[in-house]
């Protein structure tokens, strides 16, 4: 027989349905002793919960104000208002589990109402797509499986509310509703009335292609104008008349310009592109917000005119923006009309021309810069007197490319703010180039905090250099598929004579073989910092895992976390599951080990 169950679960259970159904609370709800009270908290679905919170007399949080000093009223109180929060965080994670590492607000209740209202919007968005949809949004069926989470049964009868239609979830949770991402279809004018009750703060818009979603769109974003401060858009394509009306949808009435922090346009297109003008509505937006502090055009198919206008515009308005990204697009030749004559000078003249003092961080990546451009960056760079962050990587700028950076690197280690983070990935260098650079960041003034050469066909000669460089206090250095092989690791082994202040190091893809393991002994012991290393894919073979083990074991890297030893053909041996075992940091295993077969693993070894 089954259990009877408990009269308090009884209770529960009658006072979750009428919290469901009716309008009206039980005043006595309030005056329950505070463990059932919370007991009941913890039982409650979210649409209960919400009206049990919502509908909590002011009186009763005044109640405590009475009784208790004031030093423990706000500790009362706030344990209340904890026991809620706990509530919706416990609700939040039975929900969406995989989600909630991400979330970094403390108000549940919002963050839970938030991506309801979201999942409900995409829900609607796949209806609205298809050729059926008659047209109102408000009127689209939210899926049973959603309105089960909430605590909406099936054939429930529900007051004089139609739970089941969008409109409801946007006009009932709008309100906790800051960030949302819209696909195309739900850029028409009814989702201002639909969000009427939301300030959004952050906008993710998809595919906008059209008029009709670019009206919708900037009807909303005028609603929104007060609180909006980012933007991005993705999948877009972008006539000019269609960046006109969205910039021209910014303006804050309390400002007289927009409050945009954070603008990105990614994976996008702008059409009809003027040679010589940008549309004037985004000069303008490029130019007012002293609030813009990242510019992010990414993948957007720009060419070298656009960037140059981009940033000409954020220079001669002496913009403080401190993230610039025009990663993934097709600008070489951008700066070939800058002009150095200001700089070239035996003493630069600082001062008399604009300058990017706040941007720390600017992105290049993937533009198909040439030699030509790297000589162009190293004057445009002198206008950006505070860079700390610098991505060329994919850019084939060549060994000549980069000799020509050099004397900027040196000059940039000399400021109080210098250059830290450096990225030079694929950028077709040779051994020489790589040297030659080494060579003159190993003597910097203040050295960089992180640097990467990966993917360039360095060879095995490059480890003198290398080693040289490791005893800099470098931090975090990326050489993976560099062509190092056996050789060059022996070298580098011999190359360390003193301490090294690495946290983490990519040595991947070097066909190390054995001396993979000898260079990772004496690291471990050299670089007591340590805390992750990838030495996946160097053919070593099985028994360096026995030199890395004794290394392990008397190493002085003490905050050593994860040490990669994937795409090493080693066959599942009983000895590696102790290996596992044996060697972890906060409980978990520091290697990871090459799982079975690992010859389904694409081995990309290509220099
Ligand atoms: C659209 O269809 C829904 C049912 O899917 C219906 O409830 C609604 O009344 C229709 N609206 C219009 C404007 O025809
Ligand atoms: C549900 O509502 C309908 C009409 O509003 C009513 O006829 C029916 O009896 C109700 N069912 C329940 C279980 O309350
Ligand atoms: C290490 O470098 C290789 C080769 O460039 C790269 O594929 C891998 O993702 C890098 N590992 C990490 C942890 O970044």
């Not at 906790?176 to 703060?201: F, G, W, Y």
């Not at 002496?318 to 150095?340: K, T």
């Not at 012991?525 to 004794?550: F, G, Q």
């Not at 002085?556 to 795409?567: E, I, M, P, V």
Request: hydrophobic residues 40%.
């Amino acid at each position: 027989m089954a259990k009877a169950p408990s009269l308090i679960s009884l209770c529960m259970k009658a006072v979750k349905s009428e919290l469901l159904r009716g309008d009206y609370i039980l005043p006595a709800i309030y005056e329950l002793p505070s463990h059932l009270f919370d007991a009941l908290l913890a039982f409650l679905p979210p649409l209960a919960l919400q009206k049990l919170q919502r509908e909590m007399p002011l009186e009763k949080l005044n109640d405590y104000d009475e009784s208790l000093h004031d030093y423990v009223n706000y500790g009362r109180k706030r344990k209340r208002n904890g026991n809620f929060n706990a509530a919706w965080k416990s609700l939040f994670e039975s929900r969406w589990p995989l989600y909630v590492e991400q979330i970094k607000s403390d108000d549940w209740q919002q963050i839970y109402w938030e991506t309801h209202l979201q999942n409900c919007l995409d829900e609607a968005a796949a209806v609205a797509s298809l050729p059926s949809f008659n047209g109102s949004l408000g009127e689209i069926k939210i899926s049973d499986n959603i309105l089960l989470y909430i605590g909406l049964e099936g054939g429930m009868n529900h007051s004089n509310c139609d739970y089941s239609k969008l409109s409801y979830h946007c006009l009932q949770f709008g309100y906790h509703t800051r960030c949302l991402s819209l696909q195309n279809v739900l850029c028409v004018a009814e989702s201002c009335q639909l969000l009427r009750n939301s300030k959004l703060q952050n906008l993710v818009l998809c595919w906008i292609r059209s008029k009709e979603h670019v009206d919708g769109l900037c009807k909303l974003l005028i609603q929104n104008s007060e609180t909006l401060t980012s933007l991005q858009f993705i999948h877009c394509k972008l006539s000019s008349s269609f960046v006109n009306a969205i910039c021209g949808s910014l303006h804050r009435k309390s400002m007289q310009t927009h409050g945009i922090q954070h603008f990105s346009v990614h994976t996008s297109s702008f059409l009809e592109n003027d040679p010589v003008a940008l549309p004037p509505q985004l000069v303008s937006f490029l130019s007012s917000g002293r609030s813009l502090c990242s510019l992010k055009f990414c993948d957007d198919h720009l060419d070298r005119n656009f960037a140059r206008m981009v940033f000409g515009i954020l220079l001669d308005t002496s913009s403080s923006l401190s993230i610039l990204d025009l990663s993934e697009n097709n600008i070489a030749g951008w700066l070939s009309n800058f002009n150095r004559k200001l700089f070239s000078g035996p003493q630069p003249a600082l001062g008399i021309h604009n300058s990017l003092q706040s941007l720390r961080l600017l992105n290049l990546r993937g533009n198909d810069l040439r030699k030509e451009d790297a000589d162009n960056l190293r004057f445009a760079l002198l206008c950006v007197p505070n860079l700390e962050n610098l991505d060329i990587s994919d850019n084939p700028i060549q060994d000549d490319g980069i000799r020509s950076l050099i004397p900027y690197f040196v000059k940039a280690s000399e400021r109080c703010s210098p250059l830290g983070d450096l990225k030079l990935e694929n950028c077709e260098l040779s051994c020489n180039g790589v040297t030659q650079l080494l060579d003159a960041l190993s003597t910097l003034k203040k050295p960089l905090n992180s640097l990467s050469v990966a993917d360039n066909g360095l060879g095995s000669q490059v480890a003198a250099a290398l080693g040289k460089f490791l005893g800099t206090s470098i931090r975090v250095l990326d050489m993976g598929g560099i062509g190092l092989g056996s050789s060059g690791f022996r070298n580098l082994q011999q190359g360390i004579i003193q301490k090294s202040r690495l946290v983490k190091i990519n040595i991947s893809k070097n066909r190390g073989g054995t001396e993979t393991a000898n260079f990772l002994s004496k690291l471990l012991s050299w670089a007591p910092e340590l805390v992750a290393v990838d030495a996946s894919y160097n053919l070593m073979p099985v028994e360096s895992l026995t030199v890395i083990c004794s290394a392990l074991k008397v190493t002085k890297s003490h905050h050593l976390r994860c040490l990669d030893l994937t795409g090493n053909t080693w066959d599942n041996q009983p000895a590696l599951s102790s290996m596992l075992a044996e060697f972890q940091y906060n409980g978990r295993p520091i290697l990871i080990l090459p799982s079975l077969p690992t010859s389904e693993i694409p081995y990309d070894d290509d220099p």
